[in-house]
C-alpha cells in the first residue's frame, strides 16, 4: 500500500542520534520530518504545524511520552483534527505495550527500531496516495546536488560515502555536517563496544550495536559500511557465529577508517 504523498511526521526524542536515525528511515520511505528534543519542544511545534503522525518517545526529561500525550490530545481537540500519535520505546518496556496504548498511543514502536516495522506504521497511519513520480524524483536529484556544491571540500571527498544517498537522508548540507560530526565523535566508543560484546560473546548486544551502526552509516550515505553492518545483523539475528567472527574484523576495520575520513567533522 503506497503512503499519503506530501505526508509530515513529528519526531520526538531526547537523543540526537534517535532523532537523526528515524529521520533518515522516515526519508528512505519518501517522507518528510520535523525534530524535537522534548515534550515542551514538540507541543510548541504542534501548535503551529498540522503533523500527519507524530513519533513521541515514551521516557524524556522533563514531561515523559504520557503528559505530552495528555497536552496533545487538548491541542487536536481544540484544533478539531485527530493526529496518531505512536510511542516508542526500549526493549525491556516492550511488556507494558497494552498499558501505552491504554493510555492513547495509536501504537508502538520497539527501540532499535526495524525498518520494516516503521513502514508497516507508515503504510497503517498513512495510507493512499502514490509513489513519487519522475518530476519529483529529478527535483530531489537537483536538490541533492545544489546541497553538495555547499559542502567544504573534504566532506565532497570522503572515500565510500554517497553523497547524494546522504544529501536526500539530511535534507541539508548543514544537517549533513551535523550528522557527519555525531557520526565521527562515536566511532571510538562504538567500535570498542562491538569489539567487546564480540569477545564476550554477548551476541544480542553485539547484535544491536551492529543494527544501530547500519542506520547510522546509511544515513551519512556510507552504503558499504551500512551492507557489512547489515550482513552481520542477519548473522547475529540467525546466530551465525561463524560469519560474525569472520565479518567484524573487516567491518571494525572499515568504521574506524572514518577516524581518518572525518578527522574535520568537529573542527
Known sequence: MPIKPQSRVLIVDDMRVNRLILSSLLASNGVQSDLAESGKECLALCRKTAYDLILLDHRMPEDDGVDT????????????????????????????????????????????????????????????????????AESSRAHAREEIARLPDWARTIPGVDLTLGIENCETAEDYLDALAVFAASITEKANEIERYLSDKNYNMYTIKVHSLKSMARLIGAAQLSKLAADLEYAGKHDDIAAIEEGTPRLLEEYRAYTGYLAHAND
Request: glycine fraction near 4%; aromatic fraction near 6%.
Open 69 to 136: 500525550l495528555v497536552q496533545l490530545k487538548e491541542i487536536f481537540r481544540q484544533s478539531g483534527r485527530e493526529v496518531p500519535v505512536v510511542c516508542h520505546t526500549t526493549e525491556d518496556a516492550r511488556k507494558n505495550i497494552n498499558l501505552y496504548k491504554a493510555a492513547g498511543f495509536a501504537d508502538v514502536l520497539i527501540k532499535p527500531i526495524q525498518p520494516q516495522e516503521l513502514s508497516n506504521i507508515l503504510m497503517t497511519y498513512l495510507p493512499e496516495g502514490s509513489a513519487p513520480d519522475e518530476a519529483k
